[in-house]
């Protein structure tokens, strides 16, 4: 199933984002430990699960629209060049990240759990990437709403199981962060996701 592909590769080029996100994993996880940051991780999923949710109500109250071809045409060019738009930025924006900073302080597992859920939501990035992504996607597709359903939530496993790798990595990842390391990874990133956006955008025309 290609939608299924297509989640798991929009999953991978979302893992190597170099963003709060990340930082919230690390940082949870060299400060108390594994089970910290896998509390942090599960405030994200469930931050994301809730945001894909309502983002699938959505497009099923709007079933009619999202049928017609001007809109399929109009959402595959928008959430192309949003996707776009954010690899263009990863490639060409500095490539520091400060992994001893304290945004959100947290203890104790609902403190953990509140900090990943509040980074993921009161990221304006969040909201923007599955609005953008899932209605562009299922228009340009014509998915139904089972197909939706599963290519989110390719997605959000994909998400799922890199952020896991992320938390249990955690040292050795902190270990060989550096500048140079930070580029490629944000340049890799933002390619796949200009890709991606390109793809879209070609299937909204086609």
């Known amino acids: 199933m290609q939608y299924i592909l297509d989640g798991i590769y929009l999953g991978l080029a979302l893992a190597i984002l170099l963003g709060p996100i990340f930082i919230v994993l690390i940082q949870s996880s060299l400060e108390k430990g594994a089970r910290a940051g896998m509390t942090a991780a599960a405030g994200i999923w469930i931050s994301d699960i809730i945001i894909v949710t309502l983002t699938l109500m959505f497009i099923k109250r709007i079933d009619a629209i999202v049928q017609d071809p001007n809109f399929i045409y109009w959402m595959g060019l928008i959430g192309g060049l949003v996707l776009i738009g954010v690899g263009v930025a990863n490639i060409i924006k500095k490539t520091s990240i400060d992994l001893d900073s304290h945004n959100i302080k947290a203890s104790g597992w609902l403190g953990f759990l509140s900090k990943g859920f509040l980074v993921n939501t009161i990221n304006?990035?969040?909201?923007?990437?599955?609005?953008?992504?899932?209605?562009?996607y299922v228009a340009t597709k014509q998915l139904d709403i089972q197909e939706s359903q599963i290519f989110a939530g390719a997605i959000i496993v994909t998400i799922m199981v890199t952020d896991t790798l992320k938390v249990l990595l955690a040292k050795m990842i902190?270990?060989?962060?550096?500048?140079k390391t930070l580029s490629i990874i944000n340049k890799v990133a933002g390619t796949a996701?200009?890709?991606?956006?390109?793809?879209?955008?070609?299937?909204?025309?086609?």
Do not use: A
């Open 124 to 136: 304006p990035f969040t909201f923007i990437f599955w609005l953008s992504t899932i209605t562009s």
């Open 193 to 206: 996701l200009i890709i991606f956006g390109f793809l879209l955008m070609l299937r909204s025309v086609w």
């Open 174 to 179: 902190r270990e060989k962060i550096n500048e």
